[in-house]
């Protein structure tokens, strides 16, 4: 114990003290060694004495009563399953404060340990789609198993892309940190819709822009899909639910190669070029400004032709697709 590396500093000293006592040493002496005080010394030869090596041990201090039990925490978790006071959307500190007549220091320290944030908000997105499993079902199987001689591509149009004009740059905040900063006011300059076909074999990407977003545009947008596909290849294509994309059974019957594949209800996140799309509005969208329309339009396809050599196959990782993401409650959650 007196050469322990990993015992606390108290434990170490302690120990020099007893080793110096059974070694015949006077206390002043071993004082002296162990760079303590004589009545520090005479204490632990006592407390070993007594009771050994338990004796070392620091002795259990009673302390301050605990006012914040468990039970204080439970009140807190079932206080944030009930409706928030009058007048208040959500709940916070000093609302559950009141409501469990606590401190909300002591609230707030409750709150860390379990890991709630009261003020951090996240989405989540409910199919209600009564077909949901077999739709799901059919497009996961197209990203893990295709067909053979065939090629899976997941179609879909980023609508309404604003060409903005506004100043941006650097600014410093009262904290020191540096950050982009841009102007609040901004000009419009028109919009338009960029529709993406992804290969999901190899993550190559197929687009067209146009002003409009009818079952025309996107019609033409398929012919050109399909004239960049061998003939001899089956082509099935992952769609949303859009109303452009229905009603397309006589352009269908004109091509019997093609296969329409549609999302489950309020589940387009099951579509794969929506990941591209993000990727498109955090590289090149995000903090743009373009004076028109053909400056935006620059800025798209130069981001396509520096995305194209380095285009990779999104991998589907999902173990588990489910409709319904809402079905825990914090107090099911923290228990």
Not at 80 to 86: K, M, T
Not at 219 to 231: N, S
Not at 309 to 331: D, Y
Request: aromatic share 8%.
């Amino acid at each position: 114990m007196a050469a322990s590396r990993t015992e606390s500093k108290q434990m170490v000293e302690r120990a020099r003290i007893i080793l110096g006592c059974l070694g015949g040493k006077r206390v002043k002496e071993v004082a002296r060694q162990c760079h303590t005080r004589p009545n520090t010394v005479i204490k632990w030869r006592q407390r070993f004495v007594r009771a050994g090596l338990r004796g070392l041990r620091d002795a259990p201090r009673p302390g301050a009563q605990r006012r914040y039990d468990d039970a204080f925490r439970k009140r807190i978790l079932a206080v944030l399953e009930e409706s928030p006071p009058a007048g208040q959307a959500t709940w916070d500190g000093p609302a559950v404060a009141r409501a469990v007549g606590g401190s909300v220091h002591a609230v707030w320290r409750v709150l860390r340990k379990e890991g709630i944030c009261l003020q951090r908000r996240r989405s989540w997105c409910m199919s209600t789609d009564p077909q949901f499993v077999p739709k799901a079902a059919d497009i996961v199987g197209l990203y893990l198993n295709p067909p053979e001689k065939a090629l899976v591509i997941c179609v879909d149009e980023k609508p309404s892309i604003q060409a903005l004009e506004r100043k941006t740059g650097y600014v410093e905040t009262t904290q020191g940190k540096i950050v982009r900063a841009y102007r609040s006011t901004y000009k419009r300059h028109g919009t338009l819709n960029l529709f993406a076909a992804l290969e999901v074999a190899t993550g190559q990407v197929s687009t067209a822009f146009t002003e409009l977003k009818r079952r025309e545009d996107f019609l033409q947008f398929m012919d050109q899909v399909v004239a960049e596909t061998a003939p001899e290849m089956e082509l099935h294509v992952i769609l949303d639910n859009y109303s452009t994309h229905k009603k397309c059974d006589a352009w269908l019957a004109a091509h019997a190669n093609v296969h329409f594949h549609f999302t489950p209800t309020s589940a387009s996140w099951l579509n794969q070029v929506e990941i591209w799309f993000g990727i498109l509005s955090r590289k090149a969208l995000r903090g743009l400004s373009s004076k028109s329309t053909v400056e935006l339009r620059q800025a798209i396809e130069a981001f396509i032709t520096a995305y194209a050599p380095n285009a990779m196959p999104f991998k589907w990782r999902k173990r588990e697709v489910k409709g319904s993401q809402l079905r825990n409650t914090i107090v099911k959650l923290r228990n």
